[in-house]
């Protein structure tokens, strides 16, 4: 089934957070964020199962979806991808323009997807990192994969990814650097990137308490830290992060597969970066031969 998936524009929705500045609205009406690509085209999508637990990092009930590949369902033994919804989303529309089973049902480049599953769960606003009261970073590492682990997601030898778009596109290269030995590979699209902490408590005052929170969780900074792990980025070049995302791509070591292409900070861009990440993300985690 070849369908033509929109989004929507994410970046006026962080224009009015005070996240993005208001030339990415300019940039949108003048089209400088069309993005062509080609139809998105799906299987039949498989199971999810969406629930809520109290989390003691974060404080709080907590939502989260589990979603499992066409043909397969819950009693299934498969590697595992955690997805870190962006600013303003949750668990239900941690993905850009469609839902985590139609995630997992795409073929991309006229094949399907190896089965994987997908997890998101409700990470608030704070950038995916802890600050005082709640800490999401935790609330994922600590809660979230081991209960995915206890349904045989991501358990051991099946490897575990990280994937995210802005705010949690961030987040998934910061979890990946705090942590390089739970996470076999990461994607990051349109990540949030600033490059100080002037800028980015200019920008989003919620974003980090100091200068020293912003130093402790500065993924230019500790861009060493993924040496070992398959790192994919993408960024619109008309992105108003992409100068971050430019600084943290020199700043890490070699290897990673960068895709710097047309697009703003908007939905149609996060669509078509979804294909190819998820894709990656198959390669490095999926036994060779995999379907």
Not at 40 to 53: E, M
Request: one cysteine or more.
């Amino acid at each position: 089934m070849a369908t033509a998936v929109g989004a929507g524009a994410v970046g006026p929705e962080l224009v009015g957070h005070g996240v993005l500045p208001g030339r990415q609205v300019l940039l949108d009406l003048e089209g400088a964020c069309d993005v062509r690509g080609a139809p998105l085209v799906f299987s039949a999508p498989g199971p999810a199962i969406s629930g809520r637990f109290y989390s003691r990092p974060r404080r709080r009930m907590v939502g989260y979806t589990i979603a499992y590949p066409p043909g397969h369902g819950p009693q299934g033994i498969l590697p595992l991808v955690v997805m870190l919804h962006g600013f303003g989303a949750n668990h239900s529309d941690a993905m850009a323009g469609m839902s985590l089973p139609d995630a997992l049902a795409l073929d991309v480049d006229g094949r399907p997807l190896p089965p994987l599953a997908m997890v998101a769960a409700d990470g608030g606003g704070g950038y995916w990192h802890a600050h005082r009261g709640d800490d999401p970073m935790g609330m994922v590492i600590d809660e979230l994969i081991p209960m995915c682990q206890a349904r045989g997601l991501g358990r051991g030898p099946e490897p575990i990814g990280i994937m995210g778009i802005s705010m949690g596109g961030y987040g998934a290269l910061l979890m990946a650097e705090k942590h390089p030995d739970l996470f076999a590979a990461v994607a990051a699209i349109s990540p949030a990137v600033w490059t100080t902490y002037a800028e980015a408590e200019g920008a989003n005052a919620g974003a980090y308490a100091s200068a020293a929170d912003f130093a402790a969780n500065d993924v230019v900074t500790h861009a060493r830290a993924l040496g070992h792990i398959p790192v994919r980025i993408a960024s619109g070049l008309a992105d108003p992060f992409h100068p971050g995302v430019v600084a943290l791509v020199k700043a890490l070591p070699p290897g990673a597969e960068i895709d710097f292409s047309p697009g703003c900070h908007t939905g149609p861009f996060f669509v078509s970066q979804e294909p190819p990440s998820l894709a990656f993300l198959a390669r490095h985690l999926s036994p060779p031969g995999a379907p």
